[in-house]
């Protein structure tokens, strides 16, 4: 309990600078009697989202659909290119500057391109959340595995130990800090390349919803949304926490 009051405690200055931030936009719009397609009042977009929650939550279970299956490609592909750059320094050396260059690429001009090569199911969108997400997955668990306690690793290796039992029982726990630091990251910026590649293909998502409701100047809807996409983003990543007591329990002293 004292635990949970601790932590509740921690996010008492982010609450209140919230509210303060809410009262303000709410007095401004009040004040200066601006347009609410220009800019609506919080209460209007609560008001507003909450009479169009079937309509927000029809177009937000695609958006968790693609977020879930385009994160889960990233973590498999950065899994292996960490775990074969580990086991191979040619690799190692092979790969990394291409990971930095895949970086550079424009997601905003390579988008369009995948919906020509892979139509409008649900391959392109996959794509585009794995190209913004796989990064810092990779790079966390390269560095991860490179920082491992180097005593160990020579008690384990005077012992007999196999290459691949280094890993399992060194370089693997030790990597786990840096992993769901990366995971915490990546899965933040999964839900906005879920939404920015349903702005360049889809049929339903609330990246459809968001463009369907600026169109209509629909501006306090497309605000619900926004906080919709916010309150998705929030959930996962504090569910990585969860995830991290229950996988790798050490990791978080580390």
Do not use: H
């Not at 020509?116 to 990779?138: E, Q, S």
């Amino acid at each position: 309990m004292k635990a949970v009051a601790g932590r509740l405690r921690r996010l008492v200055p982010a609450l209140v600078l919230v509210a303060v931030g809410l009262l303000g936009w709410q007095w401004y719009v009040t004040a200066s009697g601006v347009r609410p397609q220009v800019l609506p009042s919080p209460l209007r977009v609560l008001t507003e989202g909450w009479a169009f929650r079937a309509q927000i939550w029809a177009n937000t279970l695609p958006t968790l659909q693609v977020t879930a299956v385009g994160f889960a490609v990233s973590l498999a592909v950065g899994w292996a290119i960490a775990v074969a750059v580990d086991f191979s320094p040619w690799l190692r050396r092979a790969l990394t500057p291409l990971l930095v260059a895949s970086q550079t690429l424009p997601i905003i001009a390579i988008a369009p391109l995948l919906i020509i090569w892979f139509g409008f199911g649900l391959l392109p969108k996959v794509v585009v959340i794995a190209l913004v997400t796989f990064f810092p997955i990779a790079v966390g668990l390269i560095e991860g595995f490179a920082r491992t306690d180097r005593q160990a690793t020579n008690l384990l290796r005077s012992m007999g130990a196999s290459r691949w039992e280094q890993f399992r029982y060194v370089r693997l726990p030790g990597a786990m800090p840096s992993f769901f630091t990366a995971l915490r990251i990546g899965i933040t910026y999964a839900v906005t390349g879920a939404i920015f590649a349903e702005y360049v293909g889809a049929s339903a998502g609330l990246g459809i919803f968001m463009n369907l409701q600026k169109n209509s100047f629909r501006t306090d809807l497309v605000l619900a949304a926004v906080l919709v996409t916010a309150l998705i983003s929030i959930t996962l990543y504090g569910l990585t926490f969860l995830v991290q007591r229950l996988v790798a329990p050490w990791s978080r002293r580390a």
